[in-house]
């Protein structure tokens, strides 16, 4: 009965693959001939990452990180911990950062910071949701799968605390939910 919680449909399951089988092509395209390395942030990336991945053509490596932006509720902060790194070395690879969302720049731009002292041969941002509006920190994105507007979303991953991630479509929660 997660739907009763959902205020509206932003993205059904059909618009969700579609896009990413489009993001997908736009990576095989731009690496023709390279081997990347898909980096997700944990948890809320987890479908993405699985969708991504598996309509990406292309020698492919996957690993997977977490960080945590201590702020409850339904924003995060400037401070920002990484709470499980990578396994392997990103020196000298064609590093994809795989993110459910980019609300304020906080985590993104920290992460990404982080990871480009650990010298890749490239590095880019692909987000499957991008809510402009909010942005504090400026964050160059490669790929983006859908510009929102500053609503709380949840379902594909993204969660409000930790639930709704298995909704197979992203919705808008209804604020009365998280009490906004
Ligand atoms: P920042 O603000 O650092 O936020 O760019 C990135 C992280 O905040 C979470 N976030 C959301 N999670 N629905 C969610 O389920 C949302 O609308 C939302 N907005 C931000 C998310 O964990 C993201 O990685
Ligand atoms: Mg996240």
Redesign the pocket.
């Given at each position: 009965m997660l739907e009763k919680d959902i205020q509206e449909v932003l993205f059904s399951e059909e618009q969700l693959k579609t896009r990413v089988n489009e993001i997908a092509q736009e990576i095989d395209r731009d690496y023709a001939g390279k081997e990347i390395m898909l980096i997700s942030?944990l948890r809320?990336?987890f479908i993405f990452m699985a969708d991504l991945c598996r309509a990406i053509d292309l020698d492919c490596t996957l690993d997977f990180m977490s960080v945590s932006?201590y702020?409850k509720g339904?924003?995060?902060s400037g401070q920002?911990q990484i709470t499980k790194d990578l396994s392997e070395d990103i020196s000298g690879r064609h590093i994809i950062v795989v993110?459910?969302?980019?609300?304020?720049?906080?985590?993104?731009?920290y992460l990404l910071k982080i990871l480009e002292h650990r010298h890749p041969a490239s590095i880019r941002l692909c987000t499957l949701?991008d809510?402009p509006d909010?942005?504090?920190?400026p964050?160059e994105v490669h790929y983006s799968g859908f510009t929102?507007p500053d609503?709380?979303?949840?379902g594909y991953g993204?969660?409000?605390a930790e639930k709704?991630r298995n909704l197979p479509y992203i919705g808008i929660?209804k604020p009365e939910v998280y009490g906004g």
């Open positions: 942030v809320g990336s932006s702020g339904t924003s995060s920002v993110e459910d969302i980019l609300d304020s720049g906080n985590t993104l731009s949701l809510k909010r942005r504090v920190k964050v929102i609503a709380f979303v949840v993204l969660d409000y709704y929660l």
